[in-house]
């Protein structure tokens, strides 16, 4: 595979790791990094907080090399760099600022300085969004925001389901403007929400206004997630209308319409609604093909045009989804060193319509690692015993042996020393919750799964 620049090896790079690691474990740590430079040996990735940085660092860097050396024929060391300069966007449209992680609710984790923009992916250009009659309205609204900011549509606002284009939009607008010498802001509500909160807490409620005021275009995502939050609402209540009455251009994206964001104030609400309101709806079957063929392009992969059928005519959802179905194919071809054909990525695909494509996972290997993590053994699981930890243990074994495996609910109550299905479905259901709630429970899964995953670097994909 030919890969010349260090953000397209570590896009073929991705692709790779994306089938060799847990989903969760990819989704979270190395989706969203970029590559930022290579100097002599190594290869400096961007990635958006500490956290994901030291984890990388401390616990893929083995798997990640591996793959990145295997691709680019020579010995490479990776280095992951939290991107911030606080300067604006640069010219590769990498960014610019610390990006905060995201706060669950308003109590906002110290931090030292006020962040700019957060980073804009170099990918997320106009010239790469594929425009389709499900995405056309979105797209010509936000082409006018970035071109005539302020003057035409103020504010444009973006809805969607996941995975359809709204955050790449906000970035290809940010580019644009960026491009044109303008300051602009992008930022996650949860980022908004973090610094708004920890700027009042530290006195610096000035400096967050004017950091934001000086803006000449504020492109803000994920705006449900203010729900709930009504101090930091009244935050962006006020720096909307500062920046509205200059004529600045704001851009926001939901995942519903303004009028459907009932947990957010009434006045937010109708400044919302002030500017243009455009959805995007999935794409249709041409359109995703356009997407699947471009992206094939980019990567540098000769894909024949019957295989971006069989992914486009079957994966309807997200285009997220798709750009993960045509990695798994590719990076199956190269993994097996074979061409892709209409078979090989028929056996890629096999058996997950859609889902993350694995190696299936032995209940008992699961069971293991499991206990291993929670110092208990299987047979301890599978038993009586009631006390809290292994209690914990058995119900994360049941909702990762529901992920995981291909078992039902009443085989893995069997496993699980017989019990019935509806105790699976509750612990199932219980640690989803958690998952959501608890970053510690968040860990424990995500550790799971890469003990599972581990193994698989390195051995054949077929
Ligand atoms: P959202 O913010 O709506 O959840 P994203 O903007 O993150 O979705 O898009 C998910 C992925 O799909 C991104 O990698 C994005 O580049 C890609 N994508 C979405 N729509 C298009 C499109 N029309 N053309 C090309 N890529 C797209
Ligand atoms: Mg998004």
Redesign the pocket.
Known sequence: MSTSTPQQLWIAALGELQVRLARPVFDTFLKDTIALHAEGSCLVVGTESPFVAEYLEKRLSGAIEHTVEGLAHRPLEVRFQVTSDGAPTDRDGHAAAEAQAPAANEVAPTQPSAPASAPL?G??SFD?????SS?ELA?AAAVAAASSPGLKYNPVFLY????????????AVGHQMAGNGMRVLYVSSDQFTTEFVGSIREGRAQQFRAKYQGADALLI??VQLLSGKERTQEGLFNIFNELHSRNRQIVI?ADRPPKALTTLEDRLRSRFEWGLIAD?QP?DVE?RLA?LR??ADRMGFNVPDEVLEIIGRRIIG???E??GQLNRVVAHADLTGQPVTVELAARAMAGQGGGPDREPVGAEALLSAVAQLYRTNAEAMKGRRRDRPTTHARHVAMYLLREETRHSLSEIGRLLGGRDHSTVHHACEKIETQINIDPAVCREVISVREALAQPATGRSAT
């Open positions: 992916n990918r997320y790469s969004f594929v425009v389709g995405n797209n969607s389901g996941v995975g359809l284009g709204k955050t790449h939009l906000l970035h995502d994920d994206a995007i794409p359109t997407i471009a992206k997200s285009v997220r798709l750009e």
